[in-house]
């Protein structure tokens, strides 16, 4: 199709390093990309991560809560009391998802990450992703989203065992343990948050960034337009914008994908070591042990996934085999009687879950072009992970405890919705992409750019 003065062209290819117009010392372009990545990692991700493991913390303690006293003190374990308890927090977190990603162009990543890990934590995890995103190619970001979600996740499956430490407290004072819990890891968040204005690193276009040189900053913002078209700098989000993100197919598809992954998490995050203590028999204290190791699992599982994912350049096969792996998993926690065989189907549940959730972020975030859409794109697919949330605390109910059957039944339904609406998915984009190379669609009003599948 010829050029039109409504798009814009580019040569994108995926794995050649960007050979920029401006000056670094002569560097090969290939040891210069290596060195400034290095530079944007060690920089941006363990900072993140670290972050949102807090926040993760904060918004998953409930579980090792209930089983330290709070349900006998506030009666929780009384009718849905604790479903109840869930669905009023993720109603709250849900509503702020879009706004939060609006206001973090606005104010800048440091002082709005920082100030709503203080004041109330709904919109932190949307806008880590939407700051990532911001920074990398697109065949980069996969293991870089593994890297902060699985990174955080894993480290926050200790925190089980740090608060079994947190209720010894208890035995030297009137407050039971669940409160020291809460009492503590706020403390620690509130401090984290504060942190966060000096060390969290702002978008590529901003002078903040001190950590790199001018001239880097430049390579930076080059190699980015070089990838997916030059991008104005922060685009305005308005409701034109929010309309037209909001009526793009595959920005649902890819987000119902992604709650499905939320749902199956949240499940292994909140009710695990209540399964661990009365489904599987085993004591509190080794439930809190048990209950640390498949976050760790799926870790390593989900940071090899995404790196094979990035080299192939394919998401949507990924998609399909963590949804599988998430199922298998689950029919084994919920309907073996062996005891190791139901805890080896938490490993896989959890894995599943998790390559879930990283996968359909990486598919979204590929596909969608300018700041505006990709803010928008990725609020939407949080909110739908609060919307999980909600889910997940009315399926898993206290009168279906300790097995959680029918909760369990509930998480693989919306795991083979997301490999039918993978399928879908792949099967359009593929569509699309055939009809860009025969010059009757400019994808994105981008000439050159093609859909990742």
């Known amino acids: 199709m010829p050029a039109d003065k409504e798009y814009e062209t580019t040569d994108f290819v995926a794995d050649e390093p960007y050979s920029s117009s401006t000056s670094l010392e002569g560097e090969d372009p290939k040891?210069?990309?290596?060195?400034?990545?290095?530079?944007?990692?060690?920089?941006?991700?363990?900072?993140?991560?670290?972050?949102?493991?807090?926040?993760?913390?904060?918004?998953?303690?409930?579980?090792?809560?209930?089983?330290?006293?709070?349900?006998?003190?506030?009666?929780?374990?009384?009718?849905?009391?604790?479903?109840?308890?869930?669905?009023?927090?993720?109603?709250?977190?849900?509503?702020?998802?879009?706004?939060?990603?609006?206001?973090?162009?606005?104010?800048?990543?440091?002082?709005?990450?920082?100030?709503?890990?203080?004041?109330?934590g709904a919109g932190y995890y949307p806008g880590c992703v939407y700051?990532?995103?911001?920074?990398?190619?697109?065949?980069?970001?996969?293991?870089?989203?593994?890297?902060?979600?699985?990174?955080?996740?894993?480290?926050?499956?200790?925190?089980n065992i740090f608060a079994l430490?947190?209720?010894?407290?208890?035995?030297?004072?009137?407050?039971?343990?669940?409160?020291?819990?809460?009492?503590?890891?706020?403390?620690?968040?509130?401090?984290?948050?504060?942190?966060?204005?000096?060390?969290?690193?702002?978008?590529?276009?901003?002078?903040?960034?001190?950590?790199?040189?001018?001239?880097?900053?430049?390579?930076?913002v080059e190699r980015l337009a070089h990838d997916?078209?030059?991008?104005?700098?922060?685009?305005?989000?308005?409701?034109?914008?929010?309309?037209?993100?909001?009526?793009?197919?595959?920005?649902?598809?890819?987000?119902?994908?992604?709650?499905?992954?939320?749902?199956?998490?949240?499940?292994?995050?909140?009710?695990?070591?209540?399964?661990?203590?009365?489904?599987l028999g085993f004591s509190r204290e080794l439930s809190f042990l048990l209950s640390a190791f498949p976050p760790v699992f799926a870790a390593l599982e989900v940071m090899a996934l995404s790196w094979v994912s990035d080299k192939i350049h394919q998401r949507g096969i990924f998609v399909i085999g963590q949804s599988v792996l998430g199922i298998v998993g689950l029919v084994m926690v919920g309907f073996l009687r062996n005891q190791v065989a139901r805890y080896v189907g938490a490993f896989l549940g959890y894995a599943g879950a998790t390559g879930l959730v990283v996968s359909s972020m990486a598919w979204l975030t590929n596909n969608v072009r300018g700041d505006s859409k990709r803010s928008v794109a990725t609020a939407i697919a949080i909110m739908l992970s609060g919307i999980s949330g909600i889910y997940s605390s009315l399926v898993f109910r206290q009168q279906d405890a300790?097995?959680?059957?029918?909760?369990?039944?509930?998480?693989?339904?919306?795991?083979?919705?997301?490999?039918?609406?993978?399928?879908?998915?792949?099967?359009?984009?593929?569509r699309a992409n055939k009809r860009a190379e025969q010059g009757r669609l400019v994808i994105e009003g981008l000439e050159g750019f093609r859909y990742t599948l």
């Open 165 to 220: 430490g947190l209720i010894q407290i208890s035995k030297v004072t009137s407050y039971k343990g669940w409160r020291w819990i809460y009492i503590i890891e706020g403390a620690m968040t509130i401090l984290v948050a504060i942190a966060a204005y000096f060390i969290v690193v702002d978008f590529p276009q901003s002078h903040r960034n001190k950590f790199l040189t001018p001239k880097e900053k430049s390579y930076v």
């Open 402 to 430: 300790p097995g959680y059957v029918p909760g369990i039944y509930a998480v693989i339904a919306v795991d083979l919705l997301a490999i039918f609406l993978a399928v879908v998915t792949v099967l359009g984009l593929r």
């Open 31 to 120: 040891t210069l990309e290596r060195r400034i990545l290095r530079k944007v990692d060690i920089r941006l991700l363990p900072t993140l991560a670290a972050l949102y493991c807090i926040a993760l913390v904060d918004r998953t303690n409930i579980s090792v809560a209930r089983i330290s006293g709070l349900d006998e003190d506030l009666r929780l374990d009384v009718g849905d009391r604790a479903s109840i308890v869930l669905l009023v927090f993720f109603v709250g977190y849900v509503i702020f998802e879009i706004p939060s990603n609006i206001l973090i162009r606005k104010i800048g990543p440091a002082i709005w990450l920082g100030a709503i890990g203080v004041a109330w």
């Open 131 to 159: 700051l990532i995103a911001s920074w990398y190619k697109r065949y980069e970001v996969q293991k870089r989203f593994s890297f902060f979600f699985v990174l955080a996740t894993a480290i926050s499956g200790f925190a």
């Open 228 to 279: 997916r078209g030059r991008e104005s700098d922060g685009d305005r989000v308005t409701w034109r914008a929010i309309w037209n993100t909001a009526k793009d197919w595959k920005v649902w598809t890819c987000s119902v994908m992604y709650f499905g992954g939320a749902v199956g998490s949240y499940a292994f995050t909140l009710f695990l070591p209540i399964i661990l203590q009365d489904g």
